[in-house]
């Protein structure tokens, strides 16, 4: 059977069953690791933690989170050049089930290793599972865009499940038993995985565009010397021989992603041949890749300061239950599963009114929606400051809000990405995009370093600091936007249809909410 003829799972190729529940599986073990992270790393040691302190854990996050991003760039290559998708994401999904076992194991020592692990088999699964979802669909199938919709259903089902889980075995059993839970997940997405693999009818079997057998040779040879590294330089942090700063290194690192973005960035503007109206389409493109950097970088503040917020200044009793810190990071998900419709149908209806805001537009708006979470954190953070815990219901307007921003931007900026960029550079545009997210990251854990829970009176003037930069971009954005029809422009050209069509299944591919 076809997949043209294939309507098995829900009126579509059965193989997205498949793909669908490994997902869900995963993004519970991912989403509900990332929960405990900074938590985990701050708690004191007589309560099980590291004791860490805040700038230093909230760095390693930042770290830890921008990595995931940025190994998806080498594990997308690996998948099209050596592995294929198939077996890109069944070697990844063991190796993120590993990192999260060794992270279970109640030693310090072991922490950082497995931190590692996970990182290293996320970027092998998680871009070509994306791409694998487009694969099961002919270029001109119209199920498509409702098949990832159903994908991506199966993420924010899979995330609501981690924080649940791990939130509550964080917190009435161990923390080691709540990394474990992530790793039972993990292997329930992998036995699944193989047994309906044959469902897949041979999607991601084969690389993309597979190398001859001696580039092969060279290149596993590459990628395993680059293993040995990590672990040697891992080995001499371990034994005391290298001393890192955790702060010191997520900086360095903010500026090494940085650069590689300009300097990938110039060198296709300047040294590609160009038409003049390519590079009109770049500078639109920029300022939006900018707004995205922007975004995450106040938006994962939910994994930190907003989690450690939840932590010590939140009151959390309803009647006799005590939620749950982390249960408030399932409120994302929650909001998007409900607003999805509402955002779709929005744009659609405006579209009919011939009504569309432009890409420019829209980014605008989602970063200064998302920047006025941070207003509402700033009154919580002064009601903090005056020695009150505060409702909850502030966190839950601030997630809201976050949400609404993130719907306004991220499918918008992933949009603009496959249609501003020249054809012939989509894949390697969307490439530099995703630098945006780890750029982004990081830079949020610099930021929550700032969260001092010994000295709440500072804790407002970071929340603001954040919401008035963001603001202040986005307010440049708008004021670009609404000039003229500079974005409008930019984006009429005359496109090549099928190369637009792969540029979007990689656009989906790579989602940062996914």
Not at 37 to 42: G, H, I, P, Q, R
Not at 275 to 285: G, Q
Not at 365 to 393: D, E, R, T
Request: with cysteine; aromatic share 14%; glycine share 10%.
């Amino acid at each position: 059977m076809t997949t043209q003829t294939d309507h098995s799972f829900f009126g579509h190729p059965k193989g997205l069953q498949t793909l669908f529940i490994t997902e869900m599986w995963e993004r519970m073990s991912y989403y509900g690791m990332r929960m405990l992270l900074v938590l985990f790393m701050t708690a004191t040691l007589q309560e099980g933690g590291l004791g860490l302190t805040v700038a230093s854990a909230a760095a390693i996050y930042g770290l830890y989170t921008g990595s995931v991003y940025f190994m998806g760039l080498p594990g997308g290559w690996i998948s099209d050049r050596l592995l294929g998708g198939q077996k890109s994401v069944w070697y990844g999904a063991i190796i993120i089930m590993i990192g999260h076992i060794i992270l279970a194991i109640p030693s310090d020592d072991t922490f950082f290793i497995g931190l590692i692990v996970v990182i290293l088999g996320t970027g092998l699964l998680k871009p070509n599972i994306g791409a694998m979802v487009g694969q099961l669909y002919a270029d001109k199938d119209v199920r498509r865009d409702s098949g990832y919709a159903i994908y991506y259903m199966g993420i924010n089902i899979g995330s609501v499940i981690g924080y649940g889980v791990c939130g509550y075995l964080m917190e009435n059993v161990g923390w080691h038993w709540a990394f474990g839970a992530a790793a039972v997940g993990m292997a329930l997405g992998l036995i699944q995985y193989k047994i309906t693999t044959p469902k897949l009818a041979g999607v991601g079997e084969h690389p993309v565009y597979p190398m001859s057998e001696k580039a092969q040779k060279t290149s596993w040879s590459l990628i395993g010397a680059v293993l040995v590294g990590i672990a040697i330089v891992t080995a001499l942090v371990f034994n005391g021989t290298i001393a890192i700063d955790p702060v010191a290194v997520a900086q360095y690192v903010a500026i090494a992603f940085s650069l590689i973005f300009v300097i990938y960035y110039a060198v296709i503007y300047f040294f590609s041949n160009l038409t003049p109206n390519e590079k009109k389409r770049l500078w639109a493109l920029l300022l939006i890749c900018i707004a995205s950097a922007c975004f995450w970088s106040g938006f994962e503040q939910a994994g930190s300061s907003m989690n450690l917020f939840a932590r010590d200044y939140t009151d959390r009793l309803v009647g006799s239950f005590e939620v749950p810190t982390g249960w408030f990071q399932s409120l994302n998900s929650v909001f998007i599963v409900l607003l999805s419709p509402f955002f779709a149908a929005l744009w659609i209806n405006l579209g009919k009114k011939l009504v569309s805001p432009s890409y420019g537009i829209k980014c605008a708006f989602g970063l200064i929606i998302m920047a006025s979470g941070f207003i509402v954190m700033f009154f919580a953070a002064q009601y903090a400051a005056s020695g009150m815990k505060v409702a909850p219901y502030w966190l839950v307007a601030t997630y809201f809000l976050h949400t609404v921003g993130e719907l306004c931007l991220s499918p918008v900026a992933l949009s603009a990405v496959s249609k501003l960029s020249p054809k012939r550079f989509a894949g390697q545009m969307m490439g530099i995009f995703v630098l945006t997210y780890s750029i982004g990251n990081i830079i949020s854990g610099l930021l929550a370093g700032n969260y001092d829970p010994n000295n709440v009176e500072q804790i407002p003037s970071l929340y603001l600091q954040i919401s008035l930069f963001s603001i202040g971009i986005g307010i440049v954005m708008l004021l670009i936007g609404l000039k003229s029809r500079f974005w409008e422009s930019l984006a009429a050209d005359d496109e090549d249809p099928k190369a637009e069509d792969t540029a979007a299944e990689h656009v989906k591919s790579v989602s940062p909410v996914s």
